[in-house]
Protein backbone atom coordinates (compact mmCIF):
# COMPACT_ATOMS: atom_id res chain seq x y z
CA UNK A 1 0.00 0.00 0.00
CA UNK A 2 2.77 2.59 0.81
CA UNK A 3 4.83 2.28 -2.06
CA UNK A 4 1.11 2.79 -4.19
CA UNK A 5 0.97 5.53 -2.37
CA UNK A 6 4.38 6.52 -3.20
CA UNK A 7 4.74 5.93 -6.85
CA UNK A 8 1.33 8.49 -6.98
CA UNK A 9 3.55 10.76 -4.95
CA UNK A 10 6.15 10.32 -8.02
CA UNK A 11 3.55 10.60 -10.55
CA UNK A 12 2.15 13.88 -9.25
CA UNK A 13 5.71 15.29 -8.74
CA UNK A 14 6.67 14.49 -12.22
CA UNK A 15 3.45 15.65 -13.64
CA UNK A 16 2.82 18.95 -11.89
CA UNK A 17 2.91 21.02 -14.06
CA UNK A 18 0.24 19.80 -16.01
CA UNK A 19 -1.56 18.93 -12.83
CA UNK A 20 -1.76 22.12 -11.44
CA UNK A 21 -1.59 24.31 -14.46
CA UNK A 22 -5.02 23.00 -15.30
CA UNK A 23 -6.55 25.74 -12.62
CA UNK A 24 -3.95 28.14 -13.25
CA UNK A 25 -6.21 31.34 -14.26
CA UNK A 26 -4.52 33.90 -16.86
CA UNK A 27 -6.77 37.56 -16.72
CA UNK A 28 -7.29 39.91 -19.85
CA UNK A 29 -8.81 42.83 -19.50
CA UNK A 30 -11.10 44.19 -22.15
CA UNK A 31 -10.48 48.14 -22.58
CA UNK A 32 -14.19 49.17 -24.72
CA UNK A 33 -17.54 51.70 -24.79
CA UNK A 34 -19.57 48.58 -23.17
CA UNK A 35 -22.23 50.80 -21.66
CA UNK A 36 -23.04 54.35 -23.79
CA UNK A 37 -24.88 55.27 -27.38
CA UNK A 38 -22.13 56.87 -29.31
CA UNK A 39 -22.94 59.08 -31.54
CA UNK A 40 -20.39 58.62 -34.51
CA UNK A 41 -20.20 55.61 -34.55
CA UNK A 42 -21.99 51.92 -34.63
CA UNK A 43 -21.28 49.15 -31.92
CA UNK A 44 -22.44 51.44 -29.31
CA UNK A 45 -22.65 48.98 -26.45
CA UNK A 46 -19.35 46.96 -27.45
CA UNK A 47 -20.99 43.90 -28.00
CA UNK A 48 -19.97 43.18 -31.06
CA UNK A 49 -16.45 43.57 -29.87
CA UNK A 50 -17.14 41.51 -26.61
CA UNK A 51 -18.44 38.45 -29.24
CA UNK A 52 -15.70 38.26 -31.44
CA UNK A 53 -13.09 38.16 -28.17
CA UNK A 54 -15.77 35.45 -26.67
CA UNK A 55 -15.67 33.60 -30.03
CA UNK A 56 -11.54 33.32 -30.14
CA UNK A 57 -11.77 32.18 -26.79
CA UNK A 58 -13.96 29.61 -27.19
CA UNK A 59 -12.30 28.73 -30.26
CA UNK A 60 -8.70 28.23 -28.61
CA UNK A 61 -10.32 26.64 -25.55
CA UNK A 62 -8.73 22.62 -26.45
CA UNK A 63 -5.16 24.65 -27.25
CA UNK A 64 -5.50 26.59 -23.94
CA UNK A 65 -6.50 23.31 -21.95
CA UNK A 66 -3.37 21.69 -23.18
CA UNK A 67 -1.41 24.41 -21.76
CA UNK A 68 -2.83 23.82 -18.60
CA UNK A 69 -4.19 27.89 -18.90
CA UNK A 70 -7.73 29.33 -18.15
CA UNK A 71 -8.80 32.76 -19.64
CA UNK A 72 -10.42 35.06 -17.53
CA UNK A 73 -12.06 38.50 -19.09
CA UNK A 74 -12.23 41.71 -16.99
CA UNK A 75 -13.71 44.43 -18.51
CA UNK A 76 -13.13 47.96 -18.30
CA UNK A 77 -15.62 49.97 -19.57
CA UNK A 78 -15.27 54.06 -20.65
CA UNK A 79 -18.22 54.50 -22.50
CA UNK A 80 -17.74 57.22 -24.78
CA UNK A 81 -15.71 59.97 -22.33
CA UNK A 82 -11.81 60.58 -22.97
CA UNK A 83 -11.78 61.19 -19.48
CA UNK A 84 -13.15 57.52 -18.28
CA UNK A 85 -10.25 56.12 -20.77
CA UNK A 86 -7.38 57.49 -18.96
CA UNK A 87 -9.11 56.30 -15.82
CA UNK A 88 -9.87 52.59 -17.32
CA UNK A 89 -6.31 52.78 -18.20
CA UNK A 90 -5.01 53.23 -14.87
CA UNK A 91 -7.82 50.89 -13.05
CA UNK A 92 -6.29 48.14 -15.76
CA UNK A 93 -2.73 48.67 -14.72
CA UNK A 94 -3.64 48.18 -11.16
CA UNK A 95 -5.22 44.99 -12.03
CA UNK A 96 -4.07 41.35 -12.19
CA UNK A 97 -4.51 41.89 -16.51
CA UNK A 98 -1.06 40.34 -17.80
CA UNK A 99 -2.76 41.98 -20.84
CA UNK A 100 -5.44 44.59 -22.42
CA UNK A 101 -7.19 44.13 -26.04
CA UNK A 102 -8.74 46.90 -26.16
CA UNK A 103 -9.44 51.00 -26.92
CA UNK A 104 -11.13 50.69 -30.30
CA UNK A 105 -10.70 54.17 -31.56
CA UNK A 106 -7.49 55.54 -32.26
CA UNK A 107 -7.62 58.64 -30.08
CA UNK A 108 -8.77 56.54 -27.24
CA UNK A 109 -5.80 54.21 -27.98
CA UNK A 110 -3.16 57.09 -28.13
CA UNK A 111 -4.44 58.41 -24.50
CA UNK A 112 -4.60 55.10 -23.04
CA UNK A 113 -0.80 54.29 -24.23
CA UNK A 114 1.56 56.14 -22.05
CA UNK A 115 -0.65 54.87 -19.10
CA UNK A 116 -0.09 51.51 -20.16
CA UNK A 117 3.40 51.91 -20.88
CA UNK A 118 4.14 53.35 -17.59
CA UNK A 119 2.58 50.23 -15.80
CA UNK A 120 4.10 47.81 -17.81
CA UNK A 121 1.06 46.07 -19.15
CA UNK A 122 0.99 45.23 -22.99
CA UNK A 123 -2.15 46.64 -24.66
CA UNK A 124 -3.29 45.31 -27.81
CA UNK A 125 -5.79 47.34 -30.04
CA UNK A 126 -7.68 45.56 -32.76
CA UNK A 127 -8.72 48.30 -34.54
CA UNK A 128 -7.00 51.83 -33.89
CA UNK A 129 -5.07 52.37 -37.16
CA UNK A 130 -3.11 55.88 -36.35
CA UNK A 131 0.06 55.91 -37.60
CA UNK A 132 1.65 57.51 -34.18
CA UNK A 133 0.49 53.73 -32.39
CA UNK A 134 3.28 52.10 -34.23
CA UNK A 135 5.69 54.38 -33.16
CA UNK A 136 4.91 54.61 -29.13
CA UNK A 137 7.26 51.42 -28.79
CA UNK A 138 7.00 48.71 -26.20
CA UNK A 139 3.47 47.38 -24.50
CA UNK A 140 2.00 49.42 -27.19
CA UNK A 141 0.82 47.14 -30.25
CA UNK A 142 -1.47 46.84 -33.29
CA UNK A 143 -3.74 44.03 -34.70
CA UNK A 144 -4.36 46.02 -37.60
CA UNK A 145 -3.31 47.82 -41.06
CA UNK A 146 -2.89 51.91 -40.42
CA UNK A 147 -3.99 55.19 -41.68
CA UNK A 148 -0.89 55.51 -43.92
CA UNK A 149 -1.68 52.26 -45.76
CA UNK A 150 -5.47 53.45 -45.78
CA UNK A 151 -4.90 56.97 -47.50
CA UNK A 152 -2.21 55.79 -49.98
CA UNK A 153 -4.79 53.27 -51.29
CA UNK A 154 -7.99 56.09 -50.74
CA UNK A 155 -5.68 58.30 -53.08
CA UNK A 156 -4.50 55.77 -55.64
CA UNK A 157 -8.38 55.24 -55.89
CA UNK A 158 -9.66 58.99 -56.43
CA UNK A 159 -6.56 58.96 -59.15
CA UNK A 160 -6.66 55.33 -60.67
CA UNK A 161 -10.39 54.48 -61.08
CA UNK A 162 -11.88 57.72 -60.39
CA UNK A 163 -9.40 59.78 -62.55
CA UNK A 164 -9.90 62.35 -60.03
CA UNK A 165 -7.45 65.80 -59.70
CA UNK A 166 -9.04 67.71 -57.37
CA UNK A 167 -10.09 66.48 -53.77
CA UNK A 168 -12.05 68.12 -51.03
CA UNK A 169 -11.59 66.87 -47.56
CA UNK A 170 -15.03 66.65 -45.05
CA UNK A 171 -12.90 65.84 -41.47
CA UNK A 172 -13.71 65.79 -38.10
CA UNK A 173 -11.23 67.92 -35.90
CA UNK A 174 -11.88 66.56 -32.93
CA UNK A 175 -10.96 63.18 -33.79
CA UNK A 176 -7.46 61.68 -34.12
CA UNK A 177 -8.32 58.95 -36.56
CA UNK A 178 -10.09 61.09 -38.16
CA UNK A 179 -7.42 63.79 -38.65
CA UNK A 180 -4.59 60.93 -39.31
CA UNK A 181 -6.38 59.44 -42.27
CA UNK A 182 -7.10 63.37 -43.98
CA UNK A 183 -3.50 63.73 -43.89
CA UNK A 184 -2.37 60.27 -45.19
CA UNK A 185 -4.94 60.88 -48.06
CA UNK A 186 -3.61 64.22 -48.74
CA UNK A 187 0.12 63.19 -48.67
CA UNK A 188 -0.35 60.38 -51.26
CA UNK A 189 -2.67 62.53 -53.29
CA UNK A 190 -0.64 65.35 -53.82
CA UNK A 191 2.39 63.26 -54.33
CA UNK A 192 0.75 61.90 -57.35
CA UNK A 193 0.16 65.32 -58.76
CA UNK A 194 -3.69 65.88 -57.17
CA UNK A 195 -4.67 68.88 -55.35
CA UNK A 196 -6.81 69.12 -52.35
CA UNK A 197 -9.05 72.14 -52.75
CA UNK A 198 -10.87 72.79 -49.96
CA UNK A 199 -10.07 71.25 -46.48
CA UNK A 200 -13.51 71.78 -44.22
CA UNK A 201 -13.83 70.74 -40.51
CA UNK A 202 -16.27 69.42 -38.69
CA UNK A 203 -17.39 68.24 -34.99
CA UNK A 204 -18.27 64.39 -34.43
CA UNK A 205 -21.60 65.70 -32.87
CA UNK A 206 -22.58 68.01 -35.87
CA UNK A 207 -25.52 67.33 -37.93
CA UNK A 208 -26.06 70.57 -40.23
CA UNK A 209 -23.82 70.47 -43.14
CA UNK A 210 -25.58 73.57 -44.72
CA UNK A 211 -21.98 75.65 -44.57
CA UNK A 212 -20.38 72.64 -45.39
CA UNK A 213 -22.34 71.91 -48.74
CA UNK A 214 -21.84 75.93 -49.47
CA UNK A 215 -18.06 75.57 -48.93
CA UNK A 216 -17.73 72.68 -51.65
CA UNK A 217 -20.51 74.48 -54.01
CA UNK A 218 -17.76 77.24 -53.97
CA UNK A 219 -14.68 75.33 -54.84
CA UNK A 220 -13.95 73.06 -58.06
CA UNK A 221 -13.44 69.23 -56.94
CA UNK A 222 -13.94 65.78 -58.38
CA UNK A 223 -13.97 63.80 -54.97
CA UNK A 224 -15.30 64.33 -51.45
CA UNK A 225 -12.89 62.59 -48.68
CA UNK A 226 -15.20 61.87 -45.82
CA UNK A 227 -12.39 60.26 -43.22
CA UNK A 228 -14.80 59.78 -40.43
CA UNK A 229 -16.38 57.63 -38.18
CA UNK A 230 -19.33 55.43 -39.50
CA UNK A 231 -22.53 57.37 -38.56
CA UNK A 232 -21.11 61.23 -38.49
CA UNK A 233 -20.06 59.94 -42.36
CA UNK A 234 -23.37 58.88 -43.24
CA UNK A 235 -24.75 62.39 -41.84
CA UNK A 236 -22.76 64.22 -44.03
CA UNK A 237 -23.30 61.83 -47.04
CA UNK A 238 -27.06 61.90 -46.51
CA UNK A 239 -27.52 65.53 -45.72
CA UNK A 240 -25.05 66.94 -48.86
CA UNK A 241 -26.91 64.41 -51.04
CA UNK A 242 -30.41 66.01 -50.38
CA UNK A 243 -28.90 68.95 -51.28
CA UNK A 244 -27.44 67.97 -53.96
CA UNK A 245 -24.02 66.57 -53.94
CA UNK A 246 -23.20 63.86 -56.89
CA UNK A 247 -19.41 64.31 -56.81
CA UNK A 248 -17.89 60.33 -55.36
CA UNK A 249 -17.52 60.30 -51.93
CA UNK A 250 -14.84 58.32 -50.19
CA UNK A 251 -13.96 57.07 -46.72
CA UNK A 252 -11.68 54.36 -44.78
CA UNK A 253 -12.56 52.03 -42.36
CA UNK A 254 -14.23 53.97 -40.14
CA UNK A 255 -17.63 53.68 -42.13
CA UNK A 256 -17.71 50.26 -41.29
CA UNK A 257 -17.71 47.12 -43.93
CA UNK A 258 -21.33 45.89 -44.02
CA UNK A 259 -23.15 49.25 -43.39
CA UNK A 260 -26.08 48.63 -41.41
CA UNK A 261 -26.27 52.00 -39.37
CA UNK A 262 -24.28 54.00 -42.11
CA UNK A 263 -27.43 53.07 -44.55
CA UNK A 264 -30.04 53.41 -41.95
CA UNK A 265 -29.26 57.00 -41.79
CA UNK A 266 -28.42 57.10 -45.50
CA UNK A 267 -31.45 54.90 -46.78
CA UNK A 268 -31.88 54.61 -50.52
CA UNK A 269 -30.42 57.52 -51.53
CA UNK A 270 -28.65 57.48 -54.81
CA UNK A 271 -24.88 58.29 -54.33
CA UNK A 272 -21.21 57.32 -55.59
CA UNK A 273 -18.84 55.80 -52.45
CA UNK A 274 -16.07 54.10 -51.95
CA UNK A 275 -14.39 52.95 -48.57
CA UNK A 276 -11.63 50.32 -47.59
CA UNK A 277 -12.33 47.94 -44.91
CA UNK A 278 -10.09 44.98 -43.33
CA UNK A 279 -12.59 42.47 -44.17
CA UNK A 280 -15.74 41.84 -45.93
CA UNK A 281 -18.49 39.15 -44.88
CA UNK A 282 -18.54 38.25 -48.87
CA UNK A 283 -15.13 37.19 -48.30
CA UNK A 284 -15.06 33.26 -49.57
CA UNK A 285 -12.25 32.25 -47.90
CA UNK A 286 -12.39 28.80 -45.87
CA UNK A 287 -11.58 30.57 -42.57
CA UNK A 288 -13.78 33.74 -42.98
CA UNK A 289 -17.11 31.36 -43.94
CA UNK A 290 -16.38 29.24 -40.67
CA UNK A 291 -15.87 32.64 -38.84
CA UNK A 292 -19.32 33.90 -40.09
CA UNK A 293 -20.89 30.60 -39.51
CA UNK A 294 -19.91 29.96 -36.32
CA UNK A 295 -20.24 33.81 -35.26
CA UNK A 296 -24.03 33.28 -36.62
CA UNK A 297 -24.69 29.98 -34.55
CA UNK A 298 -23.14 31.35 -31.47
CA UNK A 299 -24.87 35.08 -31.21
CA UNK A 300 -27.60 34.53 -33.76
CA UNK A 301 -26.53 37.46 -35.81
CA UNK A 302 -24.15 38.46 -38.47
CA UNK A 303 -20.43 39.52 -37.24
CA UNK A 304 -19.24 43.13 -38.42
CA UNK A 305 -15.81 44.31 -38.84
CA UNK A 306 -15.25 44.99 -35.10
CA UNK A 307 -16.10 41.82 -34.15
CA UNK A 308 -13.68 39.66 -36.74
CA UNK A 309 -11.09 42.43 -36.10
CA UNK A 310 -11.92 41.54 -32.07
CA UNK A 311 -11.30 37.73 -32.64
CA UNK A 312 -8.14 37.71 -34.98
CA UNK A 313 -6.63 40.27 -32.10
CA UNK A 314 -7.72 37.97 -29.32
CA UNK A 315 -6.75 34.98 -31.31
CA UNK A 316 -3.22 36.81 -32.08
CA UNK A 317 -2.97 37.63 -28.08
CA UNK A 318 -3.79 34.10 -27.08
CA UNK A 319 -1.13 32.93 -29.11
CA UNK A 320 1.33 35.31 -27.32
CA UNK A 321 0.26 33.70 -24.27
CA UNK A 322 0.15 30.36 -25.08
CA UNK A 323 4.12 30.83 -26.55
CA UNK A 324 5.13 33.23 -23.39
CA UNK A 325 7.68 31.40 -21.29
CA UNK A 326 5.44 32.58 -18.30
CA UNK A 327 2.21 33.95 -17.65
CA UNK A 328 3.61 37.65 -16.63
CA UNK A 329 3.35 41.16 -18.31
CA UNK A 330 6.89 41.54 -19.37
CA UNK A 331 6.59 37.77 -21.27
CA UNK A 332 3.66 38.48 -22.89
CA UNK A 333 5.19 41.80 -23.64
CA UNK A 334 7.78 39.40 -25.49
CA UNK A 335 6.17 37.17 -26.59
CA UNK A 336 3.92 39.44 -28.27
CA UNK A 337 7.31 41.65 -29.77
CA UNK A 338 8.82 38.12 -31.10
CA UNK A 339 5.65 37.65 -32.94
CA UNK A 340 6.58 37.79 -36.75
CA UNK A 341 3.34 36.82 -38.55
CA UNK A 342 -0.41 35.56 -38.02
CA UNK A 343 -2.75 34.26 -40.01
CA UNK A 344 -6.25 35.18 -38.95
CA UNK A 345 -9.66 35.50 -40.38
CA UNK A 346 -8.66 39.07 -41.95
CA UNK A 347 -5.78 37.17 -43.50
CA UNK A 348 -1.83 37.63 -42.99
CA UNK A 349 0.17 39.39 -40.92
CA UNK A 350 3.50 39.96 -41.13
CA UNK A 351 4.56 42.54 -38.11
CA UNK A 352 7.38 45.02 -38.82
CA UNK A 353 9.54 46.57 -35.94
CA UNK A 354 8.42 50.17 -37.11
CA UNK A 355 5.31 50.07 -38.04
CA UNK A 356 1.67 48.57 -37.74
CA UNK A 357 1.15 45.34 -39.88
CA UNK A 358 1.58 44.95 -43.10
CA UNK A 359 -2.08 43.34 -44.30
CA UNK A 360 -4.30 43.40 -46.86
CA UNK A 361 -7.31 45.26 -47.23
CA UNK A 362 -10.90 45.28 -49.26
CA UNK A 363 -11.89 47.93 -51.47
CA UNK A 364 -15.82 48.64 -50.81
CA UNK A 365 -18.43 50.37 -52.96
CA UNK A 366 -21.82 51.22 -52.20
CA UNK A 367 -24.50 49.60 -53.82
CA UNK A 368 -28.50 48.96 -52.93
CA UNK A 369 -27.82 50.08 -49.73
CA UNK A 370 -25.01 48.20 -48.72
CA UNK A 371 -21.29 47.69 -49.13
CA UNK A 372 -19.87 44.97 -51.84
CA UNK A 373 -16.28 44.20 -52.85
CA UNK A 374 -14.76 45.58 -55.49
CA UNK A 375 -11.40 44.21 -55.39
CA UNK A 376 -8.83 43.25 -52.70
CA UNK A 377 -5.86 44.76 -52.16
CA UNK A 378 -2.21 43.55 -51.10
CA UNK A 379 0.06 45.43 -49.35
CA UNK A 380 2.89 45.28 -52.35
CA UNK A 381 0.20 46.94 -54.56
CA UNK A 382 1.15 51.03 -53.85
CA UNK A 383 1.73 51.41 -50.17
CA UNK A 384 2.45 49.56 -46.72
CA UNK A 385 5.61 48.33 -48.22
Not at 109 to 136: D, E
Not at 297 to 302: A, D, G, I, T
Request: proline share 3%; aromatic share 10%.
Amino acid sequence: MKSIFVTALIFLSLNSNFAWSAQREVVIGLASNFSEVSSSSSNPFGDYFRDGVTLAVKDAKAKLEKKGLKIVLKEFDYGVSDARVLDAAKRAGESDAIAVLGYNFSSHALLAAPVHKKAGLPMLTPSATANRIASLGSFVHQGCFDNAFMGETLAQVAAGRLKAKKAAIIVAADCAYCTDLAEAFSKEFTRGGGEISVSIPVLQEDKNFEAVFQKLKATPHDVILVPNQELLSARIIANLSDLGVSKPFLGGDGWGNVGREFFSIVGAKKFAGYSVSHWHTEERSKASKNFVSNYIKEFKKEPNDTSVLAYDSMSLLLQAVMGAKANSRVEIENSLSEMKSFTGVTGKFIFRSDRAPKKSLILLSANNAKFQILERIDPTQGGGK
